[in-house]
């Protein structure tokens, strides 16, 4: 469940990564969109399975008190109820990695993925003059970066030269350096794209060379 903006940049931060891009687009037509989210989803079968795990302990102990047979009827609902309730609303309070546990990696990459091609039209990464938009797309809670290219970038860079990168900026999350991973990843992305997609000789800048953050 949401906790709060997790991306609290500074003023230096925000300056390194607005270089990294500056520095990027130097040797490419790429067109890099740099976009941290906090989370990319709710999730709020977060709060239905914490629920439920309170249920079934609840039910344990209410089963494994002596003298309590007669009263089954009554209290099995009323605990249920009273349980369930308590889980969901504790649920804000979990950690991020049993948050994420609980919802599974497949969900949580599938998630980020979806909000990062919406943010990709959302974001008109789609209109530059030659379709050389590309964005790298880092959702912090999930630990998981897309990176997504429009055509006139995926025609010469296939969707998985980005697998690396992106592994190696969510590492750098998963180890609270995430700055730093970004930084790098920028970089990595920019060498990918001089490799593959030059600067034409009229090259303009289209977009803000400024990373974008999203709160919850």
């Known amino acids: 469940m949401p906790t709060g903006e997790r991306w609290l940049l500074t003023d230096d931060d925000r300056a390194r990564l607005n270089t990294a891009i500056s520095a990027a687009e130097k040797g490419t037509a790429g067109e890099l969109v740099v976009v941290l989210a906090d989370r990319s989803d709710p999730y709020p079968e977060i709060g239905g399975k914490v629920g439920l795990l309170a249920v079934l302990a609840t039910q344990l102990i209410v089963f494994s008190l002596p003298g309590l047979d007669p009263y089954y009827p009554m209290l099995i609902p009323l605990a249920t109820a009273l349980a369930f309730g308590f889980g969901w609303w504790a649920s804000p309070l ?8 609980l ?4 969900v949580l990459e599938e998630e980020v993925r979806e909000k990062a091609l919406a943010v990709f039209h959302q974001r ?21 970066t897309v990176v997504f290219g429009d055509v006139g970038i995926s025609e010469k860079v296939p969707q998985e030269r980005w697998g690396t990168i992106c592994d190696e900026i969510s590492r750098g999350l998963g180890a609270g350096r995430p700055i730093d991973a970004i930084e790098r990843g920028i970089g990595a ?8 997609v030059p600067p034409a000789p009229d090259d303009v800048n289209e977009i803000p060379d400024e990373v974008v953050v999203l709160s919850a």
């Open 94 to 101: 979990l950690p991020d990695e049993l948050e994420r546990r």
């Open 103 to 106: 919802v599974g990696r497949d």
């Open 124 to 144: 008109k990464l789609g209109t530059t003059r030659e379709r050389t938009g590309c964005l790298i797309y880092v959702s912090l809670f999930e630990q998981v």
């Open 189 to 196: 992305c920019g060498a990918l794209l001089s490799a593959h």
